[in-house]
């Protein structure tokens, strides 16, 4: 059986399970040299990968221009080439950036800057349409959203988007976009170490998607990460920006994060799981809405990845377990 979600008011369906395209579009960086991607990246591997998802049951993939600097949707839209309407693709917009410096230099919430936005990024993907369409920036000035919000619903009169979202933590910023009649979701943090009620709350009352980034922590919860081994210069976490939680100063994973992670390991890995599907598992047990969406840059974790989907949710007994350990750990590391 199928295990699908709906992207909120829409009656998109989607997969269970999206794909990140955050990792594939490779090294970028601000303009003052601090990396914004995942390190180096092999484009056939990634186009590979993305095939491999499709043939899976993957039919979600969330992307934004400003990964690589346009990069991730030019590889994204060439690996599903003929099979784009059988996919429901995601992207963002706000951010400027330099494709030849590959820079990320400011950012623009001007209704004239969304337009201009779209237009770049359908040519990228070789689409004609996108099927949810986010702000990217975070912290925008929610007067000046609203007026976002209501452009967003001129592109879907016109057939250039079926859908819109805000890529935001923040849930009274999130609700200001739920107001319009075509918002279908919000992008928000959510994984089994990071909990986000306010926001998933927000979503049951307004009717929308919860779709998660981080849903496997930036890695911590697939189990490939140690403390004190270096990641590559080209990756965000060598150098991680203040809201990066989990690689303290850079030198691999944070004990205290893996600590977490290794009293969780037994009830994750239930029913013939790996520590990343048991993540996985524990996003679909959370809510009905949730829509996590892992990155990827390789075929092997594409499989892992969507190997989650045949598994499903933990039990509530399995979730209520996941709590017991944590508040225990919280209450330890308070006394410590």
Request: negative net charge; contains cysteine.
């Amino acid at each position: 059986m199928e295990f699908t979600r709906t992207l909120g008011r829409s009656g998109i369906q989607v997969s269970a399970l999206g794909f990140g395209c955050w990792a594939i579009g490779g090294e970028w960086q601000d303009r003052d040299g601090q990396p914004l991607g995942w390190g180096k990246v092999d484009d056939e591997e990634s186009v590979r990968a993305i095939r491999r998802a499709l043939d899976l049951g993957v039919t979600f993939f969330d992307t934004a221009d400003v990964y690589g600097t346009g990069h991730s949707e030019l590889v994204l839209g060439r690996a599903l080439g003929s099979r784009r309407d059988d996919v429901v693709v995601a992207t963002k917009w706000g951010n400027l950036f330099d494709p030849g410096t590959r820079t990320l230099t400011g950012s623009d919430d001007s209704p004239e800057h969304l337009r201009r936005a779209l237009t770049a990024s359908l040519r990228r993907l070789g689409t004609d349409h996108v099927d949810l369409y986010q702000l990217h920036i975070a912290d925008a000035d929610p007067g000046r959203a609203a007026r976002l919000r209501d452009a967003c619903e001129e592109l879907v009169a016109e057939g250039l988007v079926r859908a819109y979202a805000w890529s935001t933590d923040d849930p009274a910023r999130a609700a200001v976009f739920a107001e319009g009649p075509h918002c279908a979701a919000v992008q928000h943090a959510l994984n089994v170490l990071d909990d986000a009620p306010e926001m998933l709350q927000l979503c049951e009352e307004a009717d929308l998607a919860s779709v998660n980034r981080s849903p496997l922590a930036m890695g911590l919860l697939t189990g490939r990460h140690r403390s004190g081994r270096p990641l590559e210069a080209g990756d965000i976490r060598s150098r991680p920006p203040a809201w990066l939680r989990g690689f303290g100063d850079g030198r691999g994973a944070d004990p205290e994060w893996l600590a977490r992670v290794d009293a969780l390991r037994d009830v994750l890995t239930s029913g013939g799981r790996t520590l990343a599907q048991g993540a996985l598992a524990w996003l679909w047990g959370r809510s009905p809405r949730t829509v996590p969406i892992p990155g990827f840059r390789s075929v092997a974790q594409a499989e892992e990845n969507a190997g989650a989907l045949a598994k499903g949710p933990l039990t509530a007994q399995q979730m209520a377990e996941v709590e017991h350990i944590l508040q225990r750990e919280r209450q330890g590391s308070g006394a410590a």
